[in-house]
């Protein structure tokens, strides 16, 4: 190609036409095509093109990455490995890799009741007259209702699937919540009895039944607003 151009004395459309002439079974460029090849010949001395700065930029793992990921997990642990790789502008699996090969994981915080001065001698003496009972009569604990418990507060939601904390063992972090806030309601449903409603108003209790789609509330409902 580059000797039908010089031939041609560089004309591409005569030396594209030439080219289709001596070789027929080959696949034949046109004059578009021969003019870069001419150009890069004299520029850069080959043929084929030259990619500079193109496409995503490769990601080089240096120490110096390592040492500043790893003192951010040390400062926050509760850092994503998102945020990092923004902050960092390094892919994710980047930081992701370096964490993995120190040995970090992503634990799960641990919700628990958060507890104020005043709560510890309550509980202890809760415990001393539940093991009193129990040793009375064993079958006291037997005949205990337990209940569940749902709470709507103030204080927003904590999605546990969501936060994690990375360190290199399983440190069993706590997250209390505080359920003794002035929003709280209690309610306690047993067949079609409802309990706790000395409380609140009608509407509470109407909205209480309808987003948790309990068909049993509706009486102990209608009688509580008779």
Known sequence: MVLCLGA???????????YTRL????????DKVIRPVEQRLRENGQMMPI????????????PALEEVVLEAIENTPGRSIR??????????????AILADEHYHPYHYIK???????DYPARVQFCEWLLQHHANDLRFIDNVLWTDESIFSQ?????????????TENLFVVRP??????????????????????????????????????????????RYVE
Request: proline share 5%.
């Open 8 to 18: 041609a004395t560089s004309n591409a459309a005569e030396a594209a036409r030439e």
């Open 177 to 222: 919540r505080d359920h003794y806030n002035p929003l709280s309601e209690g309610f306690t449903a047993n067949g079609s009895s409802l309990a706790g409603a000395g409380r609140g108003s009608e509407s509470s209790y109407y909205f209480f039944c309808i987003g948790r789609h309990v068909a049993s509330c509706w009486g102990s409902l209608l």
């Open 155 to 167: 204080d927003g939601v904590f999605n546990q699937h969501n936060n994690h904390f990375w360190a």
């Open 83 to 96: 945020g990092l790789a923004r902050e960092f502008e390094v892919d994710y699996r980047t930081i992701q």
């Open 112 to 118: 628990v009741q958060a507890l104020r001065p005043g």
């Open 51 to 62: 990619y500079v700065n193109r496409g995503r930029p490769r990601e080089v793992r240096t």
């Open 23 to 30: 070789y027929p079974q080959r696949r034949h460029p046109n």
